[in-house]
């Protein structure tokens, strides 16, 4: 497994990244986040170069909202199902600020990450703040997800 990447300023991170970054931020200021006053865009590429955006989604029973990150992945897999998702970038803001906030994507995020790059035999990478100033490019789904459940779980369950 590579090592997580850690860059202490944004301007560090590669041009892809930087480019997915801007696209989220861009995807935030359509999040609908009246409860938790915090916006996130997501934004992932897929392997011809399309780009397909996500923000949250929030709702007044509240676990009805989604993640900016369910969103884009969805997304991309109903409008684009036989393309490889090679990176995703999340960013997020807290309304009416002006300056990015960390958003380390949530557990639940990361267990869907992980199928997808398990049924598309290709790990994707995952491009977040990490705190004030500083970003890590994790180089997988399951690198952010160590002795995770998946379908190989129930798999082997079935086979006994
Ligand atoms: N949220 C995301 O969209 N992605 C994350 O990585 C963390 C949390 C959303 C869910 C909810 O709408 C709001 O941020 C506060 O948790």
């Known amino acids: 497994m590579r090592e997580f990447s850690m860059f202490n300023h944004f301007d560090e991170l590669d041009q892809e990244s930087k480019y997915l970054a801007h696209k989220a931020k861009d995807a935030a200021n ?3 986040a009246p409860y938790s006053k915090f916006t996130v865009g997501a934004a992932l590429i897929l392997e011809d170069g399309t780009v397909v955006t996500g923000a949250n989604y929030e709702n007044a029973a509240y676990p009805s909202g989604m993640c900016a990150e369910r969103v884009a992945l969805f997304a991309a897999a109903a409008q684009h199902p036989e393309r490889r998702i090679m990176k995703i970038a999340i960013v997020a ?3 009416g600020g002006k ?3 960390p958003a380390t994507s949530c557990g639940p995020c990361r267990q869907v990450m992980l199928e997808f790059e398990m049924n598309q035999k290709k790990p994707i990478t995952i491009v977040m703040q ?7 490019v994790a180089p997988s789904a399951q690198s952010l997800l160590p002795f995770s459940f998946t379908r190989n779980n129930l798999d082997s369950h079935h086979k006994k």
């Open 30 to 32: 359509h999040a609908h």
């Open 93 to 95: 803001k807290k309304k």
């Open 99 to 101: 300056d990015l906030v």
């Open 130 to 136: 990490a705190d004030d100033t500083s970003w890590v």
